[in-house]
């Protein structure tokens, strides 16, 4: 099994940054996605971002597209989401998922079986 544990989350001024953190323990795979979703009160969890272990490659959410960046840490098993020029409508809970199979970028919660715990960010002023 998979764990993920999200931190990095607290309170920030609208336009400021914050850089979250994913470990993973446990199994892992060559070939891998890990992916960032976000949770507001009363709306769906939406995508945010997910970058594939092996390769690098990242994809992002229009809504957050040059304003945050995924990335890895292989020597620690780690993915961060470095979050800048943020906005009130980023508040939300953060969570970090996993997929074994990196084949192809997915944005749809269902497809990762493993979830960390949620991270929360509030954007406010």
């Known amino acids: 099994q998979v764990q993920l544990v999200e931190s990095g989350g607290g309170l920030v001024q609208p336009g400021g940054s914050l850089r979250l953190s994913c470990a993973a323990s446990?199994?892992?795979?060559?070939?891998?996605?890990m992916a960032w979703f976000r949770q507001a009160p009363g709306k769906e969890r939406e995508f945010v971002a997910t970058?594939?272990?092996?390769?690098?490659?990242?994809y992002y959410a229009e809504s957050v597209k040059g304003r945050f960046t995924v990335s890895r840490d292989n020597a620690k098993n780690t993915v961060f989401l470095q979050m800048n020029s943020l906005k009130p409508e980023d508040t939300a809970v953060y969570y970090c998922?996993?997929?074994?199979?990196?084949?192809?970028?997915?944005?749809?919660?269902?497809?990762?079986?493993?979830w960390g715990q949620g991270t929360q960010v509030t954007v406010s002023s």
């Open positions: 998922a996993a997929r074994s199979d990196g084949t192809y970028f997915v944005t749809q919660e269902y497809m990762y079986p493993y």
């Open positions: 970058i594939n272990w092996s390769s690098g490659r990242t």
């Open positions: 446990g199994r892992t795979f060559a070939n891998y996605l």
